[in-house]
Structure formats: C-alpha cells, structure tokens
C-alpha cells in the first residue's frame, strides 16, 4: 500500500509542513496512479492549496524552504512547483534559485506550467482579438490564396485543430483540403 509506505517515509508527518493531523497521500499530476514514487504524503491544510480549494497562504509555505532539502525526490519537486506558484515572493525565488534538481527531475518539476507566465508578445490572437490554443478550431474570414498552389482556401472555411507557431504569433497552421498551410492569424476567427 503506498500510504503505508508514504506514512513510513515520512514519519507520519506532512512531507511539505510536518503537520501531523489529517494526512493524505497526493500523488503528482500527470500522474495519477498512486505510487509510492510519485507521490508525498500531505496534510489537508497543504492538500486545499495545492488543489487550489483555498488560495496560496504565502507564510504557511515558508516550509517549502525546509522540505526542499528534503531526501525525497518527489517532495522536492512538489516544493519546487509550489515555490514557483509563490514566484513573485522574493523569498520563493531565492529558494528556487538555491534548489538543485537533475533534468529529469526538472522537467517532472515544470511538467505542470505551476508559476509559468506566458510571454505576452508570444500569445497568438486571432482577428477579434480572441486568444487562440492549439487545437482550437478557426474560421476564415476571407478567400486566401495557399501560396504555391493554384488554390483558395475560401472564406468561411472551418480549420481544425490548428497549431500555433511558437516563435511567431501571428503565424498558425492547420489543414485545409487535406493540405497542411500556414495561416495569418488576423485572417481567422475563432470558432
Ligand atoms: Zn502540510
């Protein structure tokens, strides 16, 4: 049983406060098969504010200071996530700064986007102004011609599934009679 096993590691305390009441084991997401590997044991006080149930109480987090150090990979990198939520506290950062982790362990850390701000002038609009996510589906909003082709790719037209050209915001790609184009984003509108 993971709990037993996280009770055990942990010494019955919350791997993040050192709480001792109303444990509960919290496995990180992406994952979401309990094991003992990816998960730490928290306290509820803990558990809202990671699930977001209550807002971020930056004087109680003061305790990621300590179990960042802690010998337990997946408590690191909950407290590197959560230290990057807090990342506008200079506190936060600084112990981001000081924290050592391996790149696997890194990319575990950023695998949620915890703390990450898109780079505004990186944020694809489409011609109302709507923020455009890949995958989205698009409409035309006039006739264009498909570059090297013969072909015109009409008003109207719905394009799914698109895809967002990361380095340029004004560019996306979909298809469009099976053909793969590159698209305005001023020319489309968000369906
Ligand atoms: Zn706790």
Redesign the pocket.
């Known amino acids: 049983m993971t709990q037993t096993a996280l009770l055990e590691r942990s010494d019955n305390k919350?791997?993040?406060?050192?709480?001792t009441n109303n444990l509960d084991s919290y496995t990180l997401p992406p994952d979401n098969i309990p094991s003992f590997d990816k998960s730490i044991l928290?306290?509820?006080?803990?558990?809202k504010q990671i699930n977001q149930d209550e807002p971020m109480d930056s004087n109680?987090w003061r305790?990621l200071t300590e179990s960042m150090w802690n010998e337990n990979l997946p408590v690191q990198v909950m407290s590197y996530r959560l230290l990057s939520r807090l990342n506008s506290e200079s506190w936060a950062q600084d112990a981001l700064d000081m924290m050592y982790l391996d790149d696997d362990a890194l990319a575990w850390a950023k695998a949620t986007g915890d703390g990450q701000k898109k780079d505004e002038s990186l944020i694809h609009k489409d011609s109302n102004g709507v923020q455009l996510e890949s995958g989205d589906t698009v409409v035309l909003i006039k006739d264009l011609n498909v570059k090297g082709t013969s072909f015109t790719a009409k008003r109207g037209t719905a394009v799914r599934k698109i895809s967002l050209e990361l380095d340029n915001p004004e560019h996306i790609s979909g298809k469009v009679n099976g053909q793969t184009i590159v698209i305005l984003t001023k020319y489309v509108k968000k369906s």
Request: proline share 0%; glycine share 8%; charged share 15%.
């Open positions: 919350c791997e993040l406060c050192g709480n928290v306290c509820d006080n803990c558990m109680h305790c």
